[in-house]
């Protein structure tokens, strides 16, 4: 049975929205993207060490998986990181259709709770989730997410989607490590408890 983690930049008012550019996600009048630009490269090297340094199966939405696919697909980079991200199978959860061209590619259409969860089933590696706001909304109202792996950045963003934007009831997760960086985010990884 596989595991699944969400990987998400979070400023300390939850948003997640287009944390890296500008122009990553201009949904809803967004236009305060790249509120994480500052501290993006020491959070990246500390990314790669904690969550990336070992072999993972990619589970995105659509808008994520075509921005990843637009820069990693053509990538000559051969880090190990851009070789990670190129070789790892991706599920691709859209109600729309995708073009899957990016190496490895698999659409998953229908119920996205259900086929996530059948996914979860089958024997293989972690699944991470980067990115994808509607995508995380379907799997934590499914509960379906078995650790949430987030960067919370020292600043207030004000507007956008938020990590939890509405929660029904109180719910209570379990540290799996923490740690704050030099520059001042910190990394703090949840699993939910019960």
């Known amino acids: ?74 990538n000559t980079d051969t880090s190990p990181e851009a070789t990670r991200m190129n070789e790892a199978t991706k599920f691709v959860v859209t109600r729309d259709g995708v073009a899957a061209t990016w190496s490895n590619s698999t659409v998953l259409t229908g119920d996205a709770a259900a086929e996530v969860r059948a996914l979860k089933q089958t024997d293989g590696q972690l699944l991470q989730v980067h990115g994808s706001w ?17 960067w919370v950045f020292p600043v207030v963003v004000g507007q956008g989607k938020r990590l939890f934007p509405t929660q ?20 703090s990884f949840f699993k939910p408890n019960g």
């Open 1 to 74: 049975m596989r595991k699944l983690a969400v990987l998400t930049f979070v400023s300390l008012d939850g948003v997640m929205q287009g944390p890296s550019h500008a122009d990553e996600d201009r949904s809803n009048d967004f236009d305060v993207g790249g509120w994480a630009a500052p501290w993006w490269e020491p959070v990246m090297e500390d990314v790669r060490a904690s969550a990336m340094a070992t072999n993972y199966d990619l589970l995105l939405g659509r808008k994520t998986y075509e921005l990843f696919a637009g820069h990693w697909s053509s």
């Open 134 to 150: 509607d995508l995380i909304q379907t799997l934590a109202g499914a509960d379906l997410i078995d650790e949430y792996r987030l």
């Open 168 to 187: 029904p009831e109180p719910r209570q997760f379990e540290p799996v490590s923490q740690a704050v960086l030099k520059c001042g985010v910190v990394r």
